[in-house]
């Protein structure tokens, strides 16, 4: 049997309410070759139960992940059973659109030099309904140098190419840099990204390919300012491991922009909860 092209990796914990309709969305794609592999990591609800269903599915393959290490020991453990030429890391209660693994292997074939593609993307909430506001890619359009793609993040100061299942990644390059950059737990993603444009190029698809849920965990003031922290620290720690790569300005730029979306952000949070509230 032939390897196939595209490893889906799904770390769950505790997604009962929404993983089902994950591991849905990722078996419906037009796309073929690919195997999803999911890890469970100790979910205290019914998350491993509701999965058990996607057992019989050749495609699927199911195993728990033992104690320790949070959610970036998860996240290893599922990329380092994968077998793709790409990765696409779905986390377990967000969607991909049908054609989304389509459309990112053909970039990646059209462009070799590429090393990541990613996409706009829609929020949703609990029920799936699609907010107001969907996210784009800060204007890049198609095929963008890795390294301007990275001083564009950081002087956003935030993460430019979206949540996991909006990025497909080449294999060969997520394993040069040495699997995720756990160092700041918050923005492994975009710390991750990094290593990967370090090697390549970008492309962005300017549609929306996946969707990304707004839950109950992103409804944090205290996460809000932790996450324009780590934001600013792995800035950072990008400039020292690449002294050629940012100036102080773009550093200086990223700091405040980082700072300001914090405080954006708690303003959205408090008012989802207030609107939670109103609905129950």
Not at 9 to 22: H, R
């Amino acid at each position: 049997m032939n390897a196939p092209r595209v490893s889906v990796v799904v770390p769950t914990y505790n997604n009962a309410a929404f993983v089902e309709a994950t591991i849905e969305s990722i078996l419906a794609q037009t796309f073929t070759g690919f195997e999803v592999l999911i890890s469970d990591h100790e979910s205290t609800d019914d998350t491993w139960e509701r999965l058990a269903k996607f057992s019989f599915d050749p495609r699927v393959t199911l195993w728990q992940t033992p104690h320790g290490g949070g959610a970036p020991a998860n996240w290893q453990a599922v990329t380092d059973r994968a077998q793709g030429e790409f990765i696409k890391l779905v986390c377990g209660d967000d969607l991909i659109y049908p054609t989304c693994i389509a459309e990112q292997v053909a970039a990646m074939d059209a462009h070799p030099e590429v090393t990541l593609v990613t996409a706009r993307r829609d929020l949703i909430d609990a029920h799936g309904a699609v907010l107001p506001g969907g996210r784009g890619t800060a204007r890049l359009r198609g095929l963008v140098d890795g390294r301007l793609a990275l001083r564009r993040t950081v002087r956003s100061g935030t993460n430019i190419f979206g949540e996991p299942a909006t990025v497909l990644m080449r294999r060969s390059a997520l394993t040069a840099a040495g699997g995720w950059w756990s160092d700041f737990p918050y923005v492994i993603d975009a710390a991750t990204y990094a290593l990967v444009l370090l090697q390549g190029d970008a492309y962005a698809v300017n549609r929306s390919l996946a969707a990304f849920r707004v839950s109950d965990g992103q409804w944090s003031v205290d996460l809000a300012s932790q996450q324009a922290a780590q934001v600013i620290a792995f800035h950072e720690a990008l400039a020292a491991r690449e002294p050629d790569l940012l100036s102080r300005a773009d550093l200086a730029r990223g700091a405040v922009m980082a700072k300001a979306l914090g405080h954006a952000r708690r303003l959205v949070y408090l008012a989802m909860r207030r609107r939670m509230s109103t609905a129950e």
